[in-house]
């Protein structure tokens, strides 16, 4: 199992540029979500999915679009990329009915 | 207002010298406490999950306890691979998210 994979694992925006950051997993599990880490900040919740073709805002989702057509794949949209989304993207996921999520690598995303 | 706060922020450790990490919170319909491990340019690593007030678990150097309030990290006597930062995270079955601390960052001197 590959686990839980992100690309690119780099990333650098000029404001106003759109992108998608990539997640896929091979579990086979139902939730799969999309975390920043800030320094100081923590890890906070964009967006998440409990199943294909169903996606709710976390914390902090503005700016940010995502749609889960496959339970494997869970893209998240950048629409128009601004300085104060540089930060650090994870993709998590996990089984139905447990709360221990895995992690992807991150994708470090600097926009100018 | 749920929330998880970790302390220290950073602990200096020489080999062999035990210590504690905290994690207070105040979440509304917890389930599950989890505790992860975090290298530098690597996602969060799974440690432990608890559950109940009372609960502990162990692995290897660390061994997690839950109280009411709060959750310690005990690292007895670390050794340099030990270093990381270690994120606390509360799951509010209110809100169905998991909610994350701000991580301890850990340093051990050989």
């Known amino acids: 199992n590959a686990g839980v994979t992100q690309t690119p694992k780099f990333q650098v925006l000029k404001t106003g540029q759109s992108m998608t950051l990539q997640c896929a997993q091979d579990?086979?599990?139902?939730?799969m979500s999309w975390y920043r880490q800030d320094p100081g900040m923590g890890l906070r919740l964009i967006h998440y999915?409990?199943?294909?073709?169903?996606?709710d805002q976390g914390e902090v989702p503005n700016g940010y679009n995502v749609s889960r057509s496959t339970t494997e794949d869970f893209p998240l949209r950048l629409l128009s990329a601004a300085p104060s989304q540089t930060s650090v993207y994870f993709c998590?996921?996990?089984?139905?009915?447990?709360?221990?999520?895995?992690f992807g690598p991150g994708t470090r995303l600097t926009v100018l | 207002e749920d929330q998880v706060t970790q302390s220290p922020e950073a602990l200096r450790l020489q080999e062999g010298e035990s210590s504690s990490l905290n994690c207070s919170y105040t979440?509304?319909?917890?389930?599950?406490l989890f505790w992860y491990r975090q290298d530098p340019g690597k996602g969060p690593e799974f440690l432990f999950t608890?559950?109940?007030a009372g609960e502990e678990k162990e692995k290897e150097r660390l061994k997690a306890t839950l109280t009411k309030k709060e959750s310690f990290l005990h690292i007895t006597a670390p050794k340099p691979e030990d270093s990381a930062t270690y994120l606390c995270?509360?799951?509010?079955?209110?809100?169905?998210?998991?909610?994350f601390g701000q991580g301890t960052t850990l340093q051990v001197k050989p």
């Open positions: 998590a996921s996990s089984a139905y009915g447990s709360n221990e999520q895995f």
């Open positions: 579990m086979n599990h139902e939730y």
């Open positions: 999915s409990v199943g294909a073709g169903i996606t």
């Open positions: 979440v509304s319909g917890l389930r599950g």
């Open positions: 608890l559950y109940s």
């Open positions: 995270a509360c799951f509010s079955s209110n809100t169905g998210k998991l909610i």
